[in-house]
């Protein structure tokens, strides 16, 4: 995935949305959009503590599936604002937002981008870019995790390092081989249950003190292990 350098495009129009599981659409503004997030108002409120399974409507025909995730929200008189971070998409689905422009705005495709200005404040543009940094660069930290090596059956402890929503870096005394599958348990700070995932050792190398650092590839972007991480 890239990061997001382009501002949105402003489209203020409304639109319908539907959460997975529920049978209803719900109308709402749309403000802007781009291929990587877009920002909403509506009466309701969206769970916020969850990765989001929705599909937008933005007119007759254009409809588009995405996982999502609330970066930011504010209540503006009686209506929810919301930023929202697609996470993942399909390429079929690029292309419903793509066309979308296409017909309505071609002229913010040519602007590298939509390079449009945006009516987003500078406080929720920082927290936008502030998660996207967290999902996309890997942020200290200083956990400890429990690790059961898969291939070789070895259960072992380690220190987390850094982390993003699609890795680990690790401390630990034992070496783990590279292409290893492993199982792991992090103790977060918040002092809840451990947090569970899954990934593959793509590297590990002996250090000046003895110990091994190694980098685990997540199976699939941990957007609630971030979440808890790194707090709202």
Not at 186 to 191: G, I, P, R, S, V
Request: net charge positive; with cysteine; proline share 3%.
């Amino acid at each position: 995935m890239e990061r997001r350098r382009a501002s949105r495009w402003q489209i203020n129009r409304k639109i319908k949305i539907r959460l997975e599981g529920t049978k209803k659409d719900t109308v709402c503004i749309i403000h802007d959009l781009n291929f990587n997030g877009a920002r909403i108002s509506l009466k309701k409120k969206l769970p916020q503590d969850r990765p989001l399974k929705i599909t937008i409507s933005l007119s007759e025909g254009a409809a588009f599936e995405a996982e999502a995730w609330v970066v930011w929200h504010k209540e503006v008189m009686d209506r929810n604002v919301y930023g929202i971070y697609f996470n993942r998409m399909k390429d079929p689905d690029r292309a419903v937002i793509n066309n979308f422009m296409q017909r309505n705005a071609p002229e913010f495709l040519s602007k590298s981008r939509w390079q449009a200005a945006s009516e987003i404040s500078e406080q929720e543009r920082g927290k936008e870019e502030m998660l996207e940094r967290r999902v996309f660069e890997r942020i200290p930290v200083n956990l400890p995790v429990r690790l059961i090596d898969v291939d070789s059956n070895r259960e072992l402890e380690a220190t987390a390092c850094d982390a993003s929503a699609k890795g680990l870096g690790i401390v630990g005394n034992v070496y783990l081989e590279s292409g290893n599958r492993v199982e792991l348990w992090l103790n977060m700070a918040d002092k809840n249950e451990p947090f569970y995932s899954r990934g593959t050792v793509v590297w590990s190398r002996p250090q000046e003190t003895g110990e091994y650092r190694g980098g685990i590839s997540l199976e699939k972007a941990e957007f609630m292990g971030l979440h808890r991480i790194f707090g709202r």
